[in-house]
């Protein structure tokens, strides 16, 4: 364990060392000999506070009983969550919330069954896969994951699940989504409900800021460190410098303004997006949205 926690990065071993976390408290949790083990969340993207938990994934060939895994760890029942994905190990260890996901192959076949018929090889989008929230976020962890132990194991999976083409996808979801919600926006204005419409303006911004993320590789559905993955970029773009404004729109509410700037957002997004994405939404979006004006 002590060589697995040098691999750590310095703020994850500096949060274990000052709860005083031994290794022999984390061994049950964290001692995966032939899997892969990755971290992933806030630590491995570099925003690890002092109140931040640690995130981990297992890769492994097969599952395995959660009720057996446990026994043999010497674990207790409260530590395991079940679900029909991934298997969960959620520990407090010296007051650190350790969180394991465990990922088999078989249970992920479907999936890449799903995204090998959505994606084609050299990216073209053929449809969006409808992504479940744990196939989205596991997908989205193994995007993001540093590798501890096994680096060719999380090679595979990334191969497998065809990670690398995750960007993209997320990116023509998102805008998907988000003319979809321009669409209402613009329906609701012209009955005069300038509240729901820019309700729906509002839900449009949070698909358009995480689409921009995603045209930069950041992909997750978590906005918390939008600011802070902004300040990271060289140079973030259209959508991105707006951020404030589509999230947060001035008061009072000035639904036509917020649907002009979000429009405008669309169209930036579109421009900065993967050409597979792009191609994906325009045709998929030929005829389909009625909207003030065409972004397409």
Not at 62 to 70: A, G, I, K, T
Not at 141 to 162: I, K, S
Not at 199 to 215: D, N, P, S
Not at 220 to 237: F, N, Q, T, V
Request: proline share 5%; with cysteine; aromatic share 4%.
């Amino acid at each position: 364990m002590t060589d697995l926690r040098s691999r750590l990065p310095p703020p994850a071993r500096a949060l274990l060392d000052r709860a005083g976390v031994t290794d022999a408290q984390l061994e049950p949790l964290l001692r995966w000999e032939g899997d892969g083990l990755v971290l992933v969340g806030s630590a491995a993207e570099g925003f690890l506070t002092p109140e931040s938990d640690l995130d981990f994934l297992v890769l492994r060939e097969e599952s395995e009983p959660l009720e057996d895994l446990l026994a043999r760890r010497g674990l207790g029942e409260d530590v395991g969550q079940r679900s029909t994905l991934v298997d969960r190990l959620l520990a407090l260890v010296g007051g650190v919330e350790i969180d394991v996901w465990i990922l088999a192959c078989d249970r992920f076949a479907p999936l890449e069954e799903t995204l090998a018929r959505s994606v084609d090889a050299d990216g073209r989008i053929r449809s969006l896969p409808g992504l479940q929230y744990l196939e989205q976020k596991a997908l989205a962890r193994l995007h993001g994951a540093v590798p501890l132990e096994g680096e060719e194991v999380l090679a595979r999976w990334r191969a497998a699940l065809r990670v690398d083409r995750l960007p993209a996808i997320t990116a023509a979801q998102m805008l998907v989504d988000a003319l979809s919600y321009l669409e209402d926006a613009a329906a609701l204005l012209g009955l005069g409900e300038e509240l729901g419409s820019s309700i729906a303006t509002r839900a449009a911004g949070e698909r358009l800021v995480q689409g921009a993320l995603a045209a930069h590789g950041v992909v997750g559905w978590d906005l918390r460190y939008a600011g802070l993955h902004r300040e990271r970029l060289p140079d973030p773009g259209r959508v991105l410098e707006h951020l404030e404004d589509l999230l947060f729109p001035p008061r009072p509410l000035d639904a036509s303004a917020a649907l002009d700037l979000a429009l405008d957002a669309a169209e930036a997004l579109l421009a900065e997006v993967d050409r597979n994405a792009a191609d994906y939404v325009r045709a998929f979006g030929k005829g389909r949205w009625k909207l003030p004006r065409d972004v397409l």
